[in-house]
């Protein structure tokens, strides 16, 4: 009876062995939630481990960060500058354009003042009639000397040159010639300061029309300077890079006239300097720019030069003011933007605006 007692009620083993099932189940959960810290501390060890790799990327990111950085302001620095140099063309485009406007008009009302019909006519308007040259005493002149004859009318004259071909028909000794244009006759003019240049050296020539051709060769004279620089050369968005002194800014009537000058010693520096000054803002839009220069050469010969560009003998009247005034080594430009009509005072205001400028320029 005691010992189905002690079955029953589990006795001392029972107990004890209640007691050893509960600490091994203890035991088991500590293991378990000893699992669980590992396992949460292995997942924060990788993602302290990949945080730590993410630090050692960070400078290469960086660099390459810095890089495109760079690249952007670089990109940037190139937009800015092809930006100014599309706006300087601009500018400059546009004023080559003001100036190409103003002599399409100019060539519009000489087209519209053309008469290009002969009137009948009973009698001559003659306004003046001279013999061009001096007496020859001797009487050893082969032709005689030519006789100017100024109509009083368009009409009148146009008549006359009308005949010139039964003249050639008949072969008369009388020889009709119209007065030239003015530009070629300031062309001429200047040629024949330049043929007398050439006389001081022995050096033969003649003119024919426009042109100076040295008699030996049969070479065509040519300026050193070439043509006016082209709107291409001009229009161009480089940077003016020379030193420019600017003169007087003058008005009358309604016109405008400015001036720069620079130091130059040599053609090709004459040519380069003035493109370099009509690419200064405005100054392409001018209805005339009139330049003339001076320069001691290494042959120790002054060359000279100038150019009209339309005003009609502007550019020998500035080359004379500076020779008066020992201007030397020196580009000028005179700009003039027409008003009204003003006469000869328009030569008064280039003088004075060239000079202004020109003694302002260091001799280099």
């Given at each position: 009876?005691?010992?189905?007692?002690?079955?029953?009620?589990?006795?001392?083993?029972?107990?004890?062995?209640?007691?050893?099932?509960?600490?091994?189940?203890?035991?088991?959960?500590?293991?378990?939630?000893?699992?669980?810290?590992?396992?949460?501390?292995?997942?924060?060890?990788?993602?302290?481990?990949?945080?730590?790799?993410?630090r050692?990327?960070?400078q290469?990111?960086?660099?390459?960060?810095?890089?495109?950085?760079?690249?952007?302001?670089?990109?940037?620095?190139?937009?800015?500058?092809?930006?100014?140099?599309?706006?300087?063309?601009?500018s400059?485009?546009?004023?080559?354009?003001?100036?190409?406007?103003?002599?399409?008009?100019?060539?519009?009302?000489?087209?519209?003042?053309?008469?290009?019909?002969?009137?009948?006519?009973?009698?001559?308007?003659?306004?003046?009639?001279?013999?061009?040259?001096?007496?020859?005493?001797?009487?050893?002149?082969?032709?005689?000397?030519?006789?100017?004859?100024?109509?009083?009318?368009?009409?009148?004259?146009?008549?006359?040159?009308?005949?010139?071909?039964?003249?050639k028909?008949?072969?008369?000794h009388?020889?009709?010639?119209?007065?030239?244009?003015?530009?070629?006759?300031?062309?001429r003019?200047?040629?024949?300061?330049?043929?007398?240049?050439y006389?001081?050296?022995?050096?033969?020539?003649?003119?024919?029309?426009?042109?100076?051709?040295?008699?030996?060769?049969?070479?065509?004279?040519?300026?050193?300077?070439g043509?006016?620089?082209?709107?291409?050369?001009?229009?161009?968005g480089?940077?003016?890079?020379?030193?420019?002194?600017?003169?007087?800014?003058?008005?009358?009537?309604?016109?405008?006239?400015?001036?720069?000058?620079?130091?130059?010693?040599?053609?090709k520096?004459?040519?380069?300097?003035?493109?370099?000054?009509?690419?200064?803002?405005?100054?392409?839009?001018?209805?005339?720019?009139?330049?003339?220069?001076?320069?001691a050469?290494?042959?120790?010969?002054?060359?000279?030069?100038?150019?009209?560009?339309?005003?009609?003998?502007?550019?020998?009247?500035?080359?004379?003011?500076?020779?008066?005034?020992?201007?030397?080594?020196?580009?000028?430009?005179?700009?003039?933007w027409f008003?009204?009509?003003?006469?000869?005072?328009?030569?008064?205001?280039?003088?004075?605006?060239?000079?202004?400028?020109?003694?302002?320029?260091?001799?280099?």
């Amino acid at each position: 009876m005691d010992s189905t007692d002690g079955k029953e009620n589990g006795g001392p083993e029972g107990y004890q062995l209640n007691e050893i099932m509960s600490g091994i189940s203890n035991i088991l959960n500590t293991l378990a939630n000893f699992m669980l810290r590992l396992d949460s501390q292995g997942r924060q060890m990788d993602e302290l481990a990949k945080e730590v790799q993410g630090r050692d990327g960070i400078q290469e990111r960086l660099e390459l960060v810095q890089e495109q950085a760079n690249d952007t302001v670089y990109s940037v620095t190139e937009i800015n500058n092809s930006q100014e140099i599309m706006s300087r063309e601009i500018s400059r485009l546009k004023d080559y354009v003001i100036k190409l406007e103003f002599r399409v008009n100019v060539q519009e009302k000489q087209i519209l003042e053309l008469d290009l019909g002969v009137e009948e006519v009973d009698s001559f308007h003659i306004l003046n009639l001279f013999r061009l040259g001096e007496k020859d005493p001797t009487h050893k002149r082969k032709y005689p000397r030519p006789i100017c004859i100024q109509f009083g009318y368009k009409t009148h004259k146009d008549k006359v040159m009308s005949r010139v071909r039964v003249l050639k028909e008949k072969k008369s000794h009388i020889r009709l010639a119209v007065q030239q244009p003015e530009e070629i006759r300031k062309k001429r003019k200047r040629m024949y300061d330049i043929q007398k240049k050439y006389s001081a050296k022995n050096v033969e020539t003649k003119i024919k029309g426009d042109k100076l051709i040295f008699t030996k060769s049969g070479n065509v004279y040519r300026d050193k300077t070439g043509t006016r620089p082209t709107a291409e050369e001009v229009i161009s968005g480089d940077q003016v890079k020379i030193t420019v002194n600017k003169g007087k800014h003058i008005e009358d009537n309604q016109n405008r006239f400015e001036s720069h000058a620079t130091s130059v010693n040599s053609y090709k520096q004459v040519k380069e300097s003035l493109i370099e000054i009509l690419r200064l803002p405005t100054v392409s839009s001018a209805s005339h720019n009139v330049y003339a220069y001076r320069f001691a050469g290494s042959d120790g010969m002054v060359h000279e030069g100038s150019e009209d560009d339309g005003e009609h003998g502007a550019g020998r009247t500035l080359l004379s003011a500076m020779n008066d005034n020992g201007i030397q080594n020196a580009l000028i430009v005179v700009s003039r933007w027409f008003g009204n009509k003003i006469g000869m005072r328009r030569f008064t205001h280039i003088v004075d605006a060239g000079l202004s400028a020109g003694k302002n320029t260091n001799p280099s």
